[in-house]
């Protein structure tokens, strides 16, 4: 049987100083991204930096998860997992292995990209279904640039467009390739069911329901 694995108790770190009021800043923040794709909104700075992933990234994951909610971390991150299992208690599932075996993605509800450049397979994740499009998994994706139209050439360009878009915004994204987004595309006959993301870099997120239509430029 799969199980996530057990915390050690002696070896957990905090992370939010303030946990609820910390946990509901950055709620509100990721609530207002993934109302309106395109529109970047910041978590705020509560957080010390960390090499194993973005602010947002660590911050938004503290935000959404509890001991119901069961997390998958692409890396096994000890601080991280640390931090999570200290305020949340959430189960942790990490590596390919985890996710490969059918129970394993049904169990995932969250899971953290760091290395974009290897990012499973969309269908190794739940997907939920058209009776249950919730029981699905939302991917927390950590790149290293992510800005709001399309600036330079550091990342690619994309234009989104559908609910809470007017008419389209316009973001770059770095570290994700157009093999990426032609993948996500390519669920689109399956809605309802479907992946939500959660693009992550510095103290920025931006949300991208599984309703929003991406273009790379």
């Known amino acids: ?34 109302a309106r794709p395109g529109q970047l909104r910041s978590v705020g700075h509560r957080l010390a930096a960390s090499s194993e992933a973005s602010l947002a990234a660590r911050a938004t994951l503290l935000a959404l998860t509890d001991a119901s909610t069961c997390v998958w971390l692409q890396s096994p991150l000890a601080g991280v997992a640390s931090a999570l299992r200290f305020h949340t208690g959430a189960p942790l599932l990490s590596g390919e292995a985890d996710l490969a075996s059918t129970q394993g993605a049904q169990l995932v509800q ?29 991917l927390i994706v950590d790149v290293p640039t992510l800005n709001e139209g399309h600036i330079g050439n550091d990342g690619l360009h994309l234009r989104l467009r559908g609910p809470g878009i007017a008419t389209h915004a316009d973001v770059t994204v770095g570290g994700l390739t157009t093999a990426f987004w032609q993948a996500r595309a390519a669920l689109a006959p399956r809605f309802p069911a479907g992946l939500d993301l959660l693009i992550a870099a510095g103290d920025s997120v931006l949300g991208l329901p599984r309703t929003t239509h991406v273009e790379v430029c």
């Open 1 to 34: 049987m799969l199980t996530a694995t057990t915390p050690d108790w002696s070896e957990l770190q905090p992370g939010f100083d303030d946990p609820v009021h910390d946990a509901q800043g950055v709620f509100r923040a990721v609530l207002d991204a993934l």
């Open 110 to 138: 969250f899971a953290l990209i760091t290395d974009p450049a290897r990012c499973p397979a969309f269908d190794h994740f739940a997907l939920g279904t058209a009776e249950s499009p919730e029981h699905s998994t939302t």
